[in-house]
């Protein structure tokens, strides 16, 4: 079992009077790809969004417990959400590249962190486009509107966009649901090569999705964490019924 | 078929019988219904006369109400027009030459000294800085025609339509408007823009829910109110505090006019702002951005062509406004530069003059050529401010390389 990068301790989540995560405690291990899955408003979107507290951003959350990340509470008082959101990317559902060329999307991030070197922003910008597995296809044109791209290779832009800040986890919202199977086996190649330098946890519809790229899988119903398990043992022998039968498409 | 459908969920095998029982009878019902035949009769073109008659009345008054304005411009046209045809001379000359006969009765019963007697009259201020000025244009006024000497003083720097040797000279008129317009959109355009982006990134929901309404209402504030308000008020304050000479001024009124066009702006800027995707800001909060960072490094840059119409509409708003210029801006006709010197607008002097004027005499005319001229800049401002936008925003969000 490798090291645990992020530990969730009874983490409740109220929208309002709503409670839309029950006392979940999980723990995800350092380089690997954890998969979130469950129907449609279990609550692992929201569960994904505690971890960079982007639900911060919604009015009216309430939220106890605790999330560990290399055993210091992110929800501690003097924590700065700014600061924590540089280390714990997101990519989300739908590919949202700002409306600026391809290389001022990659460079937005360094920038606001400081970086105004041109020399050091090409470097950064390069090398990060070209984990993300897109740099061939854009090289000759990095000062074009990113709108131009396709909705694949606008997705793979935002993932090079989250990896220019230096991260070392990488949030992802359902990555591929908008996408076509060429673009998506193409993400999801890229999950399988990231994971060597990032900690991934993506939220995923598509069970074989989940299979293919995940070596956790946490099966969320209803706010709850019903099971969470090393991949392989979740799809083949899952403890509880529920999940069998999530997994085996019966209900959900 | 049934065997195969049990290791399913049990409710399915109920569900079978049931769905069976309704079967009959449905399809009993569809031989009943199942008289309709696709034929020339069953599918013949229905007549619906209410629909049609409704789709028509709103066509009509769709067209009506370009129409309405079209020819409201073509009307203002249509009275400027004689300034540049032969039209106006004969009408100039039959005044002018009633107006040179009185002259010359004048001369005839006394000496010269009349003339400059009765220029003084109608100009105190005027005199002494257009004396030489106004020698070349009376000497004119002999041999050259009426229409041409319009013409000429159309480009004059001076305005004094009602003098006994009118000059119609827009410069200063010009002027006066583009001061105004330059100091108040100084004033309106960062005011509004940076409170519409407090209110659209920073202010919590409550405050925006206040602010909003608040600054939108001082759209719907009646002009006069405001002039008067700047009249009484402002223009005291601005005197103490910068201690010039002139009460009314190009400064207060620009203040002033600020005030009218701060709303506008503000309102589109918001609008603008809100509908920026939420997904921009997520990808750059998720990046490690401050609020700060996110609002001015990419809600205000992708807002930017909405700012930008924003900013023009509250120019068309200052150039047209009239209320507020008439009454707290001096409404001097001058050609200076200095803001805290008197000023006359284009507006101002259609809304100050129109009702004393001669029908179709050429300071009438002229009148009518500044309304014109305002609808054409508003036209032209708004023409660009869509037609600019519209084409800026689809290169921005549809990807066109930029």
Redesign the interface.
């Known amino acids: 079992m490798k090291e645990i990068k992020i530990k969730t301790k009874d983490l409740t989540l109220y929208y309002g009077s709503k409670m839309a995560l029950n006392s979940i405690s999980v723990e995800i291990p350092q380089n690997q790809v954890t998969a979130l899955i469950g129907p449609s408003g279990c609550g692992k979107s929201t569960f994904l969004r505690t971890l ?1 507290r ?1 639900n911060d ?1 919604i ?1 009216n959350v309430r939220i106890t417990g605790e999330v560990l990340v290399d055993n210091f509470n992110i929800y501690d008082k003097n924590v700065d959400s ?6 714990v ?2 990519v ?1 559902q ?1 590919s ?6 391809i290389f001022e999307n990659v460079a ?2 360094p920038r ?2 400081g970086v105004n070197d041109k020399k050091k922003l090409t470097e950064i910008v390069e090398t990060s486009l070209q984990r993300a597995a897109i740099w061939d296809e854009v090289k000759d ?1 990095m000062h ?6 396709s909705g694949g290779q606008q997705q793979r832009l ?1 993932i090079a ?2 990896m220019a ?1 230096d991260p070392e986890i990488i949030l992802m919202d359902e990555p591929a649901s908008a996408l076509d199977p060429i673009s998506t086996s193409k993400i999801e190649e890229l999950i399988f090569n990231l994971k060597e330098n990032y900690t991934i946890i993506i939220v995923t519809h598509n069970m074989q999705q989940a299979a293919r790229v995940s070596d956790h899988t946490a099966f969320f119903y209803m706010g709850e964490l019903v099971e969470f398990g090393k991949t392989k043992k979740i799809f083949t022998v899952p403890v509880k019924k529920q999940t069998e039968d999530y997994i085996t498409g ?1 209900f959900g | 078929m049934n065997s195969e459908n049990n290791n399913g969920i049990p409710g399915q095998e109920e569900q079978k019988p049931g769905t069976e029982l309704t079967g009959q009878p449905a399809e009993t019902t569809e031989v009943n219904t199942s008289k309709f035949v696709f034929s020339n009769e069953s599918l013949k073109k229905q007549m619906r006369p209410s629909e049609f008659f409704a789709e028509k009345i709103i066509t009509g008054v769709a067209f009506l109400s370009i129409a309405v304005i079209i020819l409201i411009f073509l009307f203002v046209f249509r009275e400027t027009l004689p300034i540049f045809s032969g039209k106006a001379a004969k009408k100039t000359e039959l005044s002018t030459a009633k107006q040179e006969t009185y002259g010359e009765a004048a001369a005839e019963s006394s000496s010269g000294k009349q003339e400059v007697y009765g220029a003084t009259d109608d100009t105190v201020v005027t005199t002494e800085s257009q004396a030489g000025d106004s020698l070349p244009s009376y000497s004119g006024n002999e041999s050259v025609t009426a229409d041409q000497v319009t013409l000429k003083s159309l480009a004059g720097k001076t305005w004094m339509p009602v003098s006994e040797n009118p000059r119609y000279g827009l410069l200063p008129l010009i002027i006066g408007t583009l001061k105004i317009t330059l100091i108040s959109i100084l004033f309106a355009a960062p005011l509004a823009i940076l409170a519409a982006l407090f209110s659209a990134a920073f202010a919590p929901r409550w405050m925006r829910e206040i602010i909003k309404p608040a600054i939108e209402l001082l759209a719907g504030f009646p002009s006069v109110v405001i002039g008067f308000f700047a009249l009484m008020v402002m223009a005291t304050f601005f005197q103490h505090l910068f201690g010039y000479e002139t009460r009314l001024n190009a400064f207060v009124g620009g203040v002033a006019m600020a005030l009218a066009a701060i709303p506008i702006i503000f309102t589109v800027t918001e609008d603008v702002m809100t509908a920026v995707p939420s997904t921009y800001k997520e990808a750059s909060l998720a990046l490690g951005a401050s609020k700060w960072q996110t609002a001015f490094f990419v809600t205000l840059p992708a807002a930017a062509p909405g700012i930008f119409a924003a900013v023009l509409l509250g120019i068309g708003r200052i150039f047209g406004e009239t209320m507020i210029v008439l009454m707290a801006t001096g409404n001097a006709a001058m050609m200076s530069l200095n803001p805290f010197e008197s000023v006359r607008t284009l507006s101002a002097t259609i809304g100050a003059e129109m009702a004393e004027v001669v029908f179709g005499d050429t300071h009438y005319n002229v009148l009518f050529l500044i309304g014109t001229l305002l609808f054409v800049f508003t036209f032209a401002l708004n023409a660009i401010a869509e037609f600019y936008v519209k084409g800026k925003l689809m290169t921005r969000l549809q990807g066109k390389t930029s």
Do not use: E, H, Q
Request: with cysteine.
């Open positions: 960079n982007m951003l009015p700014v600061n924590l959101r540089k280390k990317g997101m989300f739908k949202n590249p700002f409306a600026k060329s937005y991030g606001i962190n044109r074009d509107s990113a709108l131009g791209l935002c966009r989250t800040v019966r």
